[in-house]
């Protein structure tokens, strides 16, 4: 069974960082590309950051360019978001995801809340 | 950056009727685009890739459809499980998902 385990969330203070994981298990983590995907509290979905499956590409949204940072470990089948200068714009639940056709597995969300 | 515009935002259907949502793009996609559902409270669900695919273990009454600009999902027999938003997302060029279409049971 595929399994995508979100963690790291929590409360930050804007302009601090904050370090996502995602563990993966059920599939062979290093033959997809994967991302991040975010929602903000009753809002719709936002693609936020994407990573080929052996780490070599990256791509993010304008609004996130140069503050965070997506990576991986295959060896720990794992995947990363860093997220710096954080501010209340980014308070959202963070999704993981495999790309196979579409995004076609996801985690349960982890929800980060940027407030002094 | 292309804008992905769903109608209606909020449609309200009985059990077993034909639903369609309605997804449309301000530029032509070439068929990039999947049909994700969100259940209330859980993480999004891939049912369509590729405009008309139907993910793995998606009841066969969900089919997606469309060309160019427009495209979309239909039930073709609404159920009470169905009740969630759908959203589309297209990734012709850049990735963006639609606003979401809320579908309700009357």
């Known amino acids: 069974e595929v399994q995508l385990v979100e963690s790291g969330g929590g409360l930050v203070q804007p302009g601090r960082s904050m370090k996502l994981s995602c563990a993966a298990s059920g599939f062979t983590f290093n033959n997809y590309d994967m991302a991040w995907v975010c929602q903000a509290p009753k809002k719709g979905l936002e693609w936020v950051a994407t990573i080929s499956y052996d780490g070599s590409s990256t791509y993010y949204r304008d609004s996130v360019k140069g503050r965070f940072t997506i990576s991986r470990d295959n060896a720990k089948s794992t995947l990363y978001l860093q997220m710096d200068s954080l501010r209340s714009e980014d308070t959202a639940t963070y999704y993981c995801?495999?790309?196979?056709?579409?995004?076609?597995?996801w985690g349960q969300g982890v929800m980060v809340t940027v407030s002094s | 950056d292309i804008q992905m515009t769903q109608s209606p935002s909020v449609l309200s259907a009985s059990v077993g009727d034909r639903v369609t949502l309605s997804c449309k793009a301000s530029q032509n996609i070439n068929k990039n685009l999947d049909w994700y559902q969100q259940k209330l409270g859980e993480a999004p669900k891939l049912l369509i890739y590729f405009t008309n695919n139907l993910q793995t273990g998606i009841p066969s009454r969900f089919s997606g459809s469309g060309s160019g600009t427009d495209y979309t999902l239909t039930i073709s027999s609404l159920q009470p499980e169905d009740v969630a938003t759908y959203y589309c997302y297209q990734y012709n060029s850049g990735l963006t998902f639609g606003s979401g279409t809320k579908l309700e049971i009357k």
């Open positions: 995801a495999s790309l196979g056709g579409g995004f076609d597995y």
